[in-house]
């Protein structure tokens, strides 16, 4: 059964730090893309960061500007996504989102990130 | 970037009703394109992949149709289980993009 637990949400502050981890079991991690998606409190799915299976690849999205770090250890089954500069409307629930060929199949639970004062 | 677009934003449904929402991309994306449900406190559930392939596990009363820009999610008998928000999404290309959602509300 695939399985994917996000970690390491919580609240800080504006301009704060704060890094997301995600431990990946069921399947085999080193052969699938894997993807960062979050939700605002009340609104959409917003696509935030991709990278491939051996991390030739990253993407994010646009509006992130530079902020966001996104990275992957294969040989612990974990995807991480590392978050600077941090603003109040990057309150969030974070989920980890497996794909395959860019389709996303399995979401983690997510955790929820709070940036405030 | 691509941008989708869905409607209504909000539906308002009895059980057994047939509903339909659709979904228009703002360019081609031939038939990459995946629907959703989430329900409040969870995560999204992959319902249909490449416009209408069911996901294994889904009820058939879902299905999916169209191509190139023009997309539609139909419930053809709604259940109870059935209320919930749902959510386009294009795998054409990066940046992957969603739909704004579409609740289904009990009328």
């Known amino acids: 059964e695939v399985q994917l637990v996000e970690s390491g949400g919580g609240l800080v502050k504006p301009g704060g730090s704060l890094r997301l981890s995600c431990a990946a079991s069921?399947?085999?991690?080193?052969?699938?893309?894997m993807n960062w998606v979050r939700q605002a409190p009340g609104k959409g799915l917003e696509w935030v960061s991709s990278?491939?299976?051996?991390?030739?690849?990253?993407y994010y999205a646009d509006s992130l500007k530079g902020r966001f770090t996104i990275s992957r250890d294969n040989a612990k089954n974990s995807l991480y996504l590392q978050m600077n500069s941090l603003r109040a409307e990057d309150t969030a629930v974070y989920y980890c989102?497996?794909?395959?060929?860019?389709?996303?199949?399995?979401w983690g639970q997510g955790t929820l990130v709070t940036v405030s004062s | 970037d691509i941008q989708m677009t869905q409607s209504p934003s909000t539906l308002s449904a009895t059980v057994g009703d047939r509903v339909s929402i659709t979904c228009r991309a703002s360019?081609?994306?031939?038939?990459?394109l995946a629907w959703y449900q989430q329900k409040p406190g969870k995560a999204p559930k992959l319902l249909i992949y490449?416009?209408?392939s069911l996901e294994s596990g889904v009820p058939s009363r879902f299905s999916g149709s169209g191509s190139g820009t023009e997309f539609t999610l139909t419930i053809s008998s709604l259940q109870p289980d059935d209320f919930a928000t749902y959510y386009c999404?294009?795998?054409?290309?990066?940046?992957?993009?969603f739909g704004q959602g579409t609740k289904l509300e009990i009328k």
């Open positions: 989102a497996r794909d395959d060929k860019l389709l996303v199949d399995y």
């Open positions: 069921g399947f085999t991690f080193s052969s699938y893309s």
């Open positions: 990278i491939s299976s051996s991390d030739s690849y990253i």
């Open positions: 360019q081609t994306i031939s038939s990459w």
């Open positions: 490449k416009a209408s």
């Open positions: 999404q294009q795998y054409n290309s990066y940046p992957c993009s």
